[in-house]
């Protein structure tokens, strides 16, 4: 049996089965680009890409000399940044007319938990400049990879995420000092959906708050509420339970009034049915010798309970 060729079998062991996706690309994220000009002692730009943690980012610098500008990661967005770790890059032309002017490139900041670095002066050839940057960041361990990747600063921070902000801090008197920053792009390895931090991120988790709230209109299953009183017998009778016996009872002893037609009490004419007839009472109960008489007094012992009671006699 001829046998395939082993290229072939390699390319099949490469390719997912029938079926079945490939999740290896999931959680990656390429952000970007970014193409933007920071004047001079201007606040911090920062990169609306959320909070990274594992990511590649390059970028290309056009600065004047003199000039000094550069990055700060894994800091607390739209804050001060000094909680994170800052790299930046300083043109300084020559004190002196024979003197060349130089570069040189510092890594420092309180989120660094490892020693500052500052590089040695590389020679500038002045005027105008750009350099490409990559950094790569790993959690706690990051590197800083310049001129070509002949340079590379590593480092340690204390934090394991944060946010990306540009800043130029230059201050040149009577010339131009802004700086360029082209074709930022960043390749993030992160699982789950892209979150804002800083006072972005609290607006938009407000915001959501707000919208979770229950309406006030909405029905609360299994409140306690307090039916209106109507005015038929049977509510008129349940009021006086307690005085007059059982609701029962009290349904017996007034189904042959007159006062009482179709399950509703009628309201005597010429005045209050409380002082001028006793037999359209709301509130009046029957005693149990009466029961067969709509009109019949209450006993002695019966307006005594009703004193204690705090009813009062009829």
Known sequence: QAQSPFWLKASLARMPL???????LDDVDVLGPWNFTLQGDTPLYWIRSG???RYHMRFHMHTKCPSTCGIVIHAEADLAGTDGVSFWTERRPGKEKDEKDTRRYILAGSGLDSRSIIT???PDEGGDFSEEVEVLVQGYTGAVFLQGRKITLKFKMKQSRGSVAFYNSSSVKGGSDDVHFSDVRI???????MEIGGTLGKREKAILALDERPDVDEAVENQNTLEPRTEGVSSAVALDVPVGGTAGAAVGSNAGSPQVASGTLQKPQ????HFESRTSCSTFAPSSAGRGTSGTFPSTSEAAVRARGGFGSP
Do not use: Q, W
Not at 187 to 193: I, V, W
Not at 270 to 273: A, L, N, Q
């Open 270 to 273: 010429g005045g209050d049915s």
């Open 120 to 122: 040695r002066p590389f």
């Open 51 to 53: 909070t990274l943690d």
């Open 187 to 193: 390749t993030a390895l992160r699982r789950g959906p």
């Open 18 to 24: 029938y079926g079945e996706k490939d999740h290896t």
